[in-house]
């Protein structure tokens, strides 16, 4: 294992600060590159699309820029790109993200802009409808693509009549039935700075980012209004289910039971995930699927944590002939895993792997902003990024076979199928 | 390194505000031929060791289609010293990701580690350029999986069939019109002997460069190449690529991909341009604004005309991969409004593209520039990005003076230069149009 790697990758320069007018935020100086990089979340993302309208908060994160203040979308776009400053908002399940980076040249403009975006977006007709055009051509396009197929289907069938077995996206039908109503009420709704996240990296000092984030999040009111959202568990274990397509490979969806990043036995079961199936050409996924039988090019399994329900998710595609053969291989590979456990070696090389790669995250300035606004998010506190590492190395084979027990459980899984799967 | 290391505040290598300047690096060339470029970036205790080849998809043997990427997957199956997998293992157990990818022109491996593994990545990376050598069978499965990478990648997608249709009627004689991967009939039959015969033609120190990006300063701590590389013995002379030329287009060419899984038709068009190698004067770099003022985002002009203004499309956009070998792709694309045909978007396309030359204005020049510009300060943030744009531009034959001096000529390109490279080169007979439509199931 790398000592030095583990100490550097805890950046002991992370400075929280709080604006005069009490915006929170934690920051990082670095004068390397003449920029600065933002990142943000606002509570309650897709969840909070309104019945039968699912994709109203993407909508509402492309819309955002789309024409803001005394500016139409037009001219907004043309300030933005006259100082290529780069600014984009995502809709996920829990919240609407945004990303700034500027040249510090032009940070006042890039402060305006997104004060503009945040607070007074316009949401002129011919916008939304452009983006609701996008959407649906967006949406269209992926329609029969089998990725998209069997993931459709796997959170269908996974949480039945909740928020998170909606797409993000919505569908052809629900992003018809947005009204602009719908999209203003929304951002009335979230878009404040009650549960507001920001990360600021780059160059400029505590003083000044204060001062930028007054003036950009300070007019937001300050009480949100998000509709709670039901805690669910995984549904549909023990189920197999098939899209027909026609199309010579079978994309498989699998999934279980998982655990929340804010759970004691988060970081187990992230290193019991990583000897499953986790991002590296060991995994034994990796090593039985693709290694050692050729049955597919990737194939991975990642913990999922959303503010209301965990879950293990696994993916691979295979031709239609050998899919029967590559579940059996999956199925196997989690029992084994679940019976006994890694080895002592095996597990020593996983937490070594996981320590070390952790500062491999926190190379550019975007990256490290990203990383410090879902850790705040996700209310993990600000010494997360020192402590990791050593929750990490702390892991014994008593904590995997807990974190087994309640993920993998009895390797009973739900599994979404799109393809034309032979012999089933 | 201390505990404050973790995201340190830079002193040294500040660049050039301007963006002219680029980053403080240094080259050198082993006596085997090996070229070797570090640049420093002390930011984080993270190194970034790539290794690029001068082959790509491009220079496979006629009919053994898929062999570069087939041989880049056999790269990790073991040498005369290393069994199969144990590269990985050790990368894996200090932390640190790797991998590989094939293109056109080039071939490439990588690892990201922290500085002080540097050593043994060398040492594991100029072992491979040597001393590949793996069992038989290793091959059938390997085989299988990138035969699942294409299935993935385009049996199964009616837009990438699309693509590679399109392409493979760009270019009539030259190999860029053969997929990277392979065609799928070709890569059934790739064998061992077909990629040992690849490896011992390209793998040399003389067709490598070498690309150290990262926490590598002070000097005396870098590790000497000359112990591991230098070890690796060149060919007698470069092996050198051979490849066609393409003849000069006459024919405006029409090609479409019809399925019953296609619910959003497009409309894309290709022309054959010249490369930053084949250029000559400004065109190329003229080609890279003309891309960007085109097609560049929301505000480009094809977005403009077709998305805002008429309503025909509900995006468009332009690129052109100008970082070639040969003579390459510039390409338009537009996605019609809901009950509009690619057809008839391809009328409004059209009078798009020929009215552009003369509709750009200044202001429309000056903001493609800006973010061209930006982007080269924006990718000194990330050393895996200037790993890569140095690695490709080396791969290619680009000199790193080129590499330095791309935003100055950016900045000089003129609104005639646009008018010279649109009218010479946007034109029917160096063009392929290609549909892809829903065809009743």
Known sequence: MSATLTASASPANIVPLSSPAGIEAWSVQSDFVPLVALAFNFEGG????????AGTAQMLGRLLDEGAGPYRSDIFQERLAARAIELSFTAGPDAIGGSLKTLTANSDEAFELLRLAVAEPRFDEDAVERVRAQTIAGLKYQLNESGNVATRRFFAEAFPGHPYGQPNSGTVESVSAVTRD????????TIGRGRLKVAVVGAMGSAEIGRRLDHVFGGLHDVTAVTPVADVAIGGRGRQVVVDLDVPQSVIRFGTAGLSWRDPDFIPAYVL?????????????????????????????????YRHAAMTWGYTATKNE??????????AEIAKLTRDGPSDDELDKAKAYLTGSYALGFDSSTKIAHQLAQIAFEDLGIDYIRRRNDLVAAVTQDDIRRAAERTLGDGSLLIAIAGRPVGL | MGDSAGLRTGTSGTPRLDGSGGPDLSCTTLDNGLEIVVIPDRRVPVVTHMVWYRNGSADDPLGQSGIAHFLEHLMFKGTELHPAGEFSKVVSALGGQENAFTSYDYTAYFQRVAPEHLGRMMEFEA?????????EAVVAPERDVVLEERRMRVETDPPSQLSEAMSASLFVHHPYGIPIIG??????????????????????PDNAILVVAGDVAPPETVPRPERTYGRNTPHAGSAGRSRPREPEPRAARLVS?????????????????????????RENYALEVLAEVLGGGPTSYLYRNLVLDAGAAVNAGAWYMGSAIDETRFAVYAVPAEGRSPQALEADLDR??????????EDMMERAKTRLIAETIYSLDSQSSLARIYGSALAVGETLEEVRRWPDEIRAVTRDDLRQVAERYLVPRRSVTGYLLREPG
């Open chain 1, 46 to 53: 897709a969840s909070q699309d309104p019945p039968g309208r």
């Open chain 1, 182 to 189: 719908d999209i203003v009420e929304l951002h009335r709704r």
């Open chain 1, 273 to 305: 995930n990583h000897v499953l199936g986790g991002g590296a050409f060991t995994s034994r996924l990796f090593q039985e699927v693709r290694e050692r039988r050729g049955l597919a090019y990737g194939v991975g399994t990642s913990l999922v944590s």
């Open chain 1, 322 to 331: 050998r899919v029967a053969e590559c579940l059996e291989v999956i199925v």
């Open chain 2, 127 to 135: 072992d491979r350029m040597g001393g590949l050598n793996f069992d």
């Open chain 2, 183 to 204: 065609w799928m009939h070709e890569i059934e039959t790739l064998n061992r002997g077909h990629a040992l015969d690849y490896y011992r033609r390209f793998y040399a």
């Open chain 2, 257 to 281: 991909v019809a399925d019953a899984k296609v619910e959003q038709p497009t409309l894309q068009r290709l022309y054959l341009v010249p490369s930053s190698r084949t250029a000559t004067g």
């Open chain 2, 352 to 361: 798009a593209v020929s009215a552009a030359a003369s509709g750009i204005d």
